[in-house]
């Protein structure tokens, strides 16, 4: 099997015709050893949309091979900056076009609001596109003075070469652009493993692929199970670096297959457990609406989600009431619904796994104030849910839960709430609320976390870096053209003759 397969989206009318083949060398092909297939389901219906070829590990050393042959003939070095930079500014333009059925299409497998996949994933995609395509033709190195009369040495960034780029659900095309962006502005090539739980954009992007002009080979999908073509792509010897976004767990895996295998180059965007701050002399509302969207946007499947709430002792009270009136405001539905402010988990493993951690929490003695319990009828739909007086050590304040489920503690002095925030393997992000301006340059100092917002929340730019500091990654910005070049050092002898014998 690899023909496409037209899906009828109901709710919308719109039929979308997509591919199930496994993309490289710019056509859609079946595997070329396995029968095996990947079901695809709809969260909020639990119905199966369609199913797509999966990938064998014989079928990630096909689509290496192409990559390893793109990068050598038509991509590479052998490619100019100003060529890389039009070819991407024409696939931002494609995607722009076809935002509406791709977020749709980004509905029915992950479950988002169709607004929010669409002006919101579908929008930073392009203009994640166009920044990278932006640097395409100004990626240069240094020349750098050796001596005054003989000698100079000067530095090239050139692509560091095939890679493999293992994304998660949770954001099926944003995490696809920021992988392939700054991989294609830098010359490299290559093979995306999109997650097996939402593998449909990334193979309708393969049809932009081919139509924006990019040569065969440079870009390659291979749908796979990630105990397959992930790490597959891991150990590959002719992978000269795996981009990462997921769990710790399998971070730690793709590290030791990458130590194991060709030490290949390893960027990991992981998990987090991230604190958000609110101090009494904050602008409660603002505050109670940036906590919301810290943990309730993408139904709390965000890897910085503000899962941990510290509020100070004397706004406690007050702050749980606003919190939970706003909280009960969001509308949890079906992504189709015009009115959606989240739809459904992405999973049923996810469901599970988020329900697992709300009755561990009533267990330990945590206090639901909002939530917790389950819904009647089909789909992944969790509602917000308020944890009050979570102790340190219970799990629901220790594990990313990666659910719209918010542990909430009480401090009383700064001091507190910094060690409290800083408590954690992780350190994607933080946020803090203060009107107090030196509070706010203090305690942002003081987190330890990669990303610190303050008096705002989960707000991101593709010209600012991301990522983290303890267990978690970096991507964006000029940061991330590092990540995918390897600075050479040529030394020139434009005159220094040398005496033989030494
Ligand atoms: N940081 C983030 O944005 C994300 C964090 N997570 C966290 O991970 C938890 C589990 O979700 P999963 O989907 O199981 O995450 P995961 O980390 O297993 O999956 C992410 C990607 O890694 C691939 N993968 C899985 N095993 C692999 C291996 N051995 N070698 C190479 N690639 C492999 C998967 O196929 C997928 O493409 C979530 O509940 C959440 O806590 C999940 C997705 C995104
Ligand atoms: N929110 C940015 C990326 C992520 O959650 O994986």
Known sequence: MAQPV????????????VPTGLFINNEFVPSIDSQDTIQCINPATEEVICSVVAGSEKDIDVAVAAARKAYKTTWGKNVTGWERSRLLNKLADLIERDAQELAELETLNNGKPVKIARDFDIGDSVQCLRYYAGFADKIVGQSIEVDNKTKMAFTRHDPIGVCGQIIPWNYPIN???????????????????????????????SELIIEAGFPPGVVNTVPSLGSVGGAALSSHMDVDKVAFTGSTVT?????????????????????????????????????????????LYNT???????SRLFVQDTIYDKFINILVEKFKQLKVTNGFDEEAGA??????????????????????GAKAVLGGEKRPGKGYFVDPTIFVDVKPDMKIARDEIFGPVLAVAKF???????????????????????????QCMRVSQAL???????????????NVPFGGKKQ???????????????VKAVHWNYGEKLDWPL
């Open 412 to 438: 009383s002095t700064e001091e507190e709430a910094i060690a409290l925030a800083n408590d954690t393997s992780y350190g994607l992000g933080a946020g803090l609320h203060s009107n107090d301006a030196s």
């Open 6 to 17: 037209t899906i009828n989206i109901a709710a919308t009318g719109r039929k979308i015709t």
């Open 448 to 462: 330890e976390a990669g990303t610190v917002w303050v008096n705002q929340y989960n707000l991101l730019n593709n």
């Open 472 to 486: 978690s990654g970096r991507e964006l910005g000029s940061y991330a053209l590092e990540e995918y070049t390897s």
């Open 251 to 295: 971070g730690r895996r793709i590290m030791e297959a990458a130590a194991k295998s060709n030490l290949k180059k390893v960027t990991l965007e992981l998990g987090g457990k991230s604190p958000h701050i609110v101090f009494e002399s904050a602008d409660l509302d603002q505050a109670a609406n940036w906590t919301g969207l810290g943990i």
């Open 175 to 205: 995490m696809w652009s920021w992988k392939v962006a700054p991989a294609l502005a830098c010359g490299c090539t290559v093979v995306m493993k999109p997650s097996e739980i939402t593998p449909l954009t990334a193979l309708k992007l």
């Open 300 to 306: 709390g499947q965000d890897c910085t989600a503000g």
């Open 343 to 364: 739809g459904p988990v992405v999973s049923k493993m996810q469901y599970d796994k988020i329900f697992s951690y709300i009755e561990g929490g009533k267990q330990q």
